[in-house]
């Protein structure tokens, strides 16, 4: 039997920070996972290039039933501290944009830095390593695994949600927790694209698949993201649709306005004076895609000069194009959601030690919590805050 000061369940992001900066306190730390390779989910992220985090993190950033419990995990281990790490590693960065920081080279440079963290503190990490049973002890913990059976003072749970399965994602643990008493929130797929099903949004979605727009303003319940979309052959995608999409619910209304930077009805009057024998989809072209220009044109508008439209008509043209509303059938779910929505219950966890406040010495940090980051660096900044605070107390 193996006996250990910490086992750390999950060496994805905030499994890696926890074990190094555990072991860095001269905890003996074990970090298992049941995947060939640890951090997929960080080598596969921004595109191959990790968006590790983001220079405006804050409170207002997360999404919990309980908004107040990430702040003092993210006030003790910030973005900046992260990018210090970054730097003492060498890791080349850059900002995209709005605070997005990406590797200019490649993810595996993070996940590199959090190994070679953890190799220097001495942290012994073991992969392909299954649990199968957790007991509470007298004095912590008992698991059996795949490798034998370990005992622990502190068990840390970092296994993520259940987004992207093909990583290896499981409930393992939401079960974990029910197991020893805790509630959890409904769990859902969020940053995640839509789905239509109706035939003519369909159609428009799966002629434009593959276009781009720029700089669009989509709103769902009270909340707006100013970015791009992207169609795609299942509906649409893009920063802005899978920001919204964590707020959105089944049944509920889209308002997309594709033009924010423009004042439209001021626009289109200009233009009908100056350019009265120019098509709308002449002019729409401008503005989009010669595809899509032509494809609005025609679905929404009966393209014609601009000289044979009536003020109303314009009118109509201008809110539209400002204000097109949809229902989507669905989202694409797991299989290609980036976070999950909901999960434990954090009111019967810590916020300062991120413990168990209904079994002494069990620890749940990152992703299985319920506190989900928007797009954009966020998700991993919690990560890393979860992970540094769990570790001071593990």
């Known amino acids: 039997m193996q006996v250990t000061d910490v086992v750390i369940v999950g060496a994805g992001a905030a499994g890696l920070m926890c074990a190094l900066t555990a072991a860095g306190r001269g905890r003996r730390v074990l970090l298992l996972d049941h995947a060939n390779k640890a951090g997929k989910k960080i080598l596969m992220s921004g595109g191959g290039r990790c968006n590790f985090t983001n220079m405006y993190c804050e409170p207002g950033n997360f999404l919990s039933a309980n908004p107040h419990f990430c702040k003092s995990a993210l006030a003790r281990y910030s973005q900046w501290d992260f990018i210090g790490l970054v730097g003492k590693h060498g890791v080349a960065y850059h900002e995209k944009k709005l605070g997005q920081l990406f590797c200019d080279h490649k993810s595996s440079d993070i996940l590199g830095m959090l190994l070679d963290e953890c190799a220097q503190a001495g942290v012994e990490l073991r992969l392909d390593t299954s649990v199968s049973e957790i007991a509470k002890r007298e004095a912590g ?14 068990l840390v749970i970092a296994t993520g949600g259940l987004s992207i399965p093909t990583l290896g994602a499981t409930g393992f643990g939401y079960q974990v927790a029910k197991q020893f008493g805790h509630s959890l929130l409904p769990t859902r797929a969020g940053l995640v694209p839509f789905t239509l099903t109706d035939p003519q949004l369909k159609a428009l979605c799966t002629e434009l698949s593959g276009t781009s727009v720029e700089d669009c303003l989509v709103s769902c319940n009270g909340q707006s993201f100013r970015e791009n979309i992207l169609f795609t052959h299942r509906g649409l995608s893009g920063p802005a649709i899978l920001q919204i999409s964590s707020y959105w619910q089944p049944g509920d209304t889209l308002h997309i306005d594709l033009l924010p930077h423009i004042d439209l009805p001021e626009w289109l009057a200009e233009q009908q004076r100056q350019r009265p024998n120019s098509e709308l989809k002449t002019l729409l072209a401008e503005l989009f895609t010669k595809k899509m220009a032509g494809l609005l044109a025609d679905h929404w508008f009966a393209s014609k000069p601009l000289k044979q439209y009536s003020p109303g008509e314009l009118k109509a043209i201008a809110d539209r194009l400002a204000d097109w509303q949809l229902v ?62 769990a570790a001071q107390y593990v």
Request: glycine letters at 14%; hydrophobic letters at 35%; a negative charge.
């Open 141 to 154: 913990y008992q698991l059996q695994t795949s490798a034998g059976p370990v005992r622990c003072e502190s």
């Open 328 to 389: 989507p059938a669905g989202t694409e779910g797991y299989r290609t959601a980036e976070v999950t929505l909901g999960g434990i219950d954090t009111r019967e966890v810590s916020s300062k030690t991120l413990e168990s406040l209904k079994s002494p010495g069990l620890y749940f940090i990152g992703e299985v919590l319920d506190v989900s980051g928007h797009l954009g660096g966020f998700n991993f900044q919690w990560a890393w805050a979860s992970g540094y605070a």
